[in-house]
């Protein structure tokens, strides 16, 4: 059920800013990170999305949990369901990263949309 309010969440902001080219995409990477945080953590994720400004407008994913492992790509698993996440968002995102935060982690990724009214 959390999931299915992020997700909605997440759709309506990409919309709201202006990124319906995008969209698809930003959901689809969104939706990936917060199910690898809520499946390989015992806590809780906390998702934030922002507009950054600057020479490119760009749309930032911050997915927060509290493990401080570090994601890592892995071979797909038999079944070929799992193991394809972090292949996703590298592939997706236009740039993408994690960073330390306190005991957890926060995995993020960035979009490049184009500034509302172009």
């Known amino acids: 059920e959390a999931l299915s309010a992020a997700r909605h969440m997440i759709g309506a902001a990409v919309r709201a800013w202006g990124a319906r080219e995008r969209a ?63 292949l996703l968002v590298d592939r997706l995102a236009d740039v993408w990263g994690v960073e330390a935060r306190g005991g957890g982690k926060c995995v993020w990724c960035e979009f490049v949309v184009p500034a509302r009214g172009q």
């Open 24 to 86: 698809d995409e930003i959901e689809l990477v969104a939706d990936e990170l917060v199910t690898n945080a809520l499946l390989h953590t015992d806590g809780p994720a906390i998702v934030t999305l922002r507009v950054l400004t600057g020479p490119d407008r760009r749309l930032r994913v911050d997915v927060e949990d509290t493990s401080s492992a570090l994601p890592r790509r892995r071979e797909a698993g038999d079944d070929g369901v799992s193991g394809r996440g972090l």
